[in-house]
Nanobody
Framework: QVQLVESGGGLVQAGGSLRLSCAAS????????MGWYRQAPGKQRDLVAR???????DYADSVKGRFTISRDNAKNTVYLQMNSLKPEDTAVYYC????????????????WGQGTLVTVSS
């Protein structure tokens, strides 16, 4: 089994910053892409940012220049530094990790965290 534990959400005023963390543990052989998605009330879950095993990053246009994704491979952890937060960033943020639980190619597993709420007040 694989577990993802997220932390760092909360309430912040517009213009403020938050840092989300997501640590993966359990039966992990290797980790591929790690990322963050968000879902606002009544809306679909959308990609915020993701980072490959090689360090390549991809961001939603709405967060470019404000959010930074990074990972610590030794700790199986992905971070999302969120600066210049806006009320429209308010959402539940979900960690997503693509990993292999063994050397078998079919052991790929797409894990999701439980979600952490970020609320940005105006």
């Amino acid at each position: 089994q694989v577990q993802l534990v997220e932390s760092g959400g909360g309430l912040v005023q517009a213009g403020g910053s938050l840092r989300l963390s997501c640590a993966a543990s359990g039966s992990i052989f290797s980790i591929e892409t790690m990322g963050w998605y968000r879902q606002a009330p009544g809306k679909q879950r959308d990609l915020v940012a993701r980072i490959s095993s090689g360090g390549s990053t991809d961001y939603a246009d709405s967060v470019k220049g404000r959010f930074t994704i990074s990972r610590d491979n030794a700790k199986n952890t992905v971070y999302l530094q969120m600066n210049s937060l806006k009320p429209e960033d308010t959402a539940v943020y979900y960690c997503n990790v693509g990993l292999y639980t063994s050397s078998w190619y079919a052991s790929f597993y797409d894990a999701w965290g439980q979600g952490t709420l970020v609320t940005v007040s105006s």
